[in-house]
């Protein structure tokens, strides 16, 4: 098995919103603000390379949205998908699965393109089995107000029109082995309803794709929750859970949103669950 981590594109958002009711004063010194209160953010996805199979971990904004929108993330840097999976020795069409942790834009857009003359949409991974989970698949294409602009008709439906859309079948428990993609998957529900964080087993050790349960590494302590989160007390709970457990098995977190931390490691204090080590993704995923 090989990763390779597919850097998919950077943006900015509002440092509040991500940050939820922590002040300013205290985010700011580890994801500082620019003049707009604008944040960086990467859309950091993970290939996983496992004999004739080609796995990606979500594909991030995509291409297709119009000036306008791209205009409200502030787009920065000269990443993309297409480019990414070419360093990596390999082509949208080689990719055998895409796994998405959940169908937000930024994090399944790259997922679906524009037809060549612009009329229509079609699947950007022509030979890929699309994965999610049915009750995220429900909540996704039914939407709540609230999350209703972070589910895109056009990010969705070309996939299921395809006949390459495949649910996972989930454990009776919120973590368990999947036989369809070959890692463990944890599920959680305070970002949005069922939410899949991988765990994969790599080199002795376990790397896990944090999605958005830890979005920066500026997020460890537990209070620290995204306004955009659906539940947050849930979130609360999931998170002491998950940064406990990566504190006591050593984990390393893959940070998908963190644009300038790539994989942490965690460890226990007085304090609470705190950064232990920062890591390229070079140093652990070769």
């Not at 990596?88 to 959940?102: L, S």
């Not at 699309?130 to 589910?151: D, I, L, M, V, Y």
């Not at 349960?213 to 500026?218: F, I, W, Y």
Request: a negative charge; aromatic letters at 12%.
């Amino acid at each position: 098995m090989k990763l390779h981590p597919i850097e998919a594109g950077n943006f900015k958002l509002d440092g509040g919103a991500m940050f939820g009711v922590v002040p300013k004063t205290i985010w700011n010194k580890t994801n500082p603000a620019d003049q707009n209160n604008l944040i960086d953010i990467a859309a950091r996805c993970l290939l996983i390379e496992d004999g004739n199979r080609l796995t990606l971990i979500d594909t991030g904004m995509g291409s297709k949205q119009s000036e306008k929108f791209f205009g409200y993330y502030s787009l920065w840097g000269d990443h993309s998908l297409e480019k990414s999976l070419k360093k990596a020795g390999f082509h949208r069409d080689d990719i055998t699965d895409v796994f998405m942790t959940h169908l937000h834009f930024d994090h399944c857009g790259g997922s679906v393109n524009w037809n060549k003359n612009k009329t229509g949409y079609e699947v950007a991974f022509k030979n890929a089995k699309f994965w999610t989970n049915e009750n995220h698949w429900k909540w996704a294409t039914q939407p709540n107000a609230r999350e209703k602009a972070s589910f895109l008709h056009e990010n969705l439906f070309p996939m299921q029109e395809s006949g390459q859309l495949h649910f996972i079948n989930r454990p009776e428990s919120d973590f368990g082995f999947s036989s369809e993609l070959g890692f463990d998957i944890l599920f959680a529900d305070g970002h949005t309803e069922k939410q899949m964080l991988p765990h994969i087993n790599y080199n002795g050790k376990t790397i896990v794709f944090c999605a958005d349960l830890l979005a920066t590494a500026g997020h460890i302590p537990i209070p620290y929750v995204m306004g955009y989160d659906t539940r947050p007390l849930l979130t609360l709970d999931e998170k002491a859970k998950f940064m406990n457990a990566a504190a006591d098995h050593n984990y390393y977190l893959f940070l998908e949103h963190d644009a300038h931390n790539e994989i942490i490691t965690v460890e226990r204090t007085e304090k609470g669950v705190r950064l232990k080590e920062v890591f390229k993704c070079e140093d652990i995923l070769k």
